[in-house]
């Protein structure tokens, strides 16, 4: 009897001991804000963005941030041949979960060299939010002068024709076209995408 309460005693202890850790390193820590399992930086400052559905993303999707806060859209990538360098890729949102049928964003972006493990600037890249319409709301520039403006294929899946990465961008306003609506810069940050391969 005597070694059974001794042994129960000694678990209590370790037990205790472990929660009260648990507490401490919690306590000492500054918390992170958390939105749909996503940790979004306090470091990361931008102007609040609109968000919509991401459609079926039937054909890939990519999950990341969109000016500070999660953002998911589905994918579509192009190559004219799979022995070509030229990639493209068009991520898009609708307004109605699932329908396609009316786009509120495209962001298109291309490289002129498909290397896996290798961070590439882009040869193209455009941003665009759609009116209930169907027509241009806002148009977007890249921003040259934001270094990171940067893709990273970082695996090719012959077996199942899909293409792994991350990329990310900012854009900025375009002068011509600019109803007032939208922020003044739009930055998409540790996006990763899975998306299938089709010319």
């Known amino acids: 009897m005597f070694g059974k309460n001794r042994y129960r005693s000694c678990v209590r202890v370790v037990y205790s001991f472990f929660v009260l850790l648990f507490i401490v390193i919690i306590w000492g820590c500054e918390p992170e804000v958390l939105i749909n399992q996503t940790v979004v930086f306090r470091d990361c400052v931008a102007e609040k963005a609109s968000?919509?559905?991401?459609?079926?993303?039937?054909?890939g999707r990519v999950a990341g941030l969109k000016?500070?806060?999660?953002?998911?859209?589905?994918?579509?990538?192009?190559?004219?041949?799979?022995?070509?360098?030229?990639?493209?890729?068009?991520?898009?949102?609708?307004?109605?979960?699932?329908?396609?049928s009316v786009q509120k964003e495209l962001l298109s972006l291309q490289t002129n060299k498909l290397q896996v493990d290798s961070s590439q600037s882009f040869a193209y890249q455009t941003f665009r939010i759609m009116s209930d319409e169907g027509e241009i709301q806002d148009s977007y520039d890249p921003d040259l002068h934001y270094a990171h403006n940067r893709i990273l294929v970082s695996s090719i899946d012959t077996i199942s024709?899909?293409?792994?990465?991350w990329f990310e961008c900012r854009f900025l306003i375009s002068p011509d076209i600019s109803s007032g609506e939208n922020p003044d810069t739009i930055h998409f940050q540790k996006c990763h995408f899975e998306v299938l391969i089709s010319s």
């Open 51 to 59: 968000f919509y559905h991401p459609g079926n993303m039937s054909f």
């Open 67 to 100: 000016n500070c806060l999660p953002f998911q859209a589905s994918i579509k990538c192009t190559m004219p041949d799979k022995q070509d360098s030229l990639f493209t890729i068009e991520i898009s949102t609708f307004k109605a979960p699932l329908d396609t």
């Open 161 to 165: 024709n899909t293409i792994h990465g």
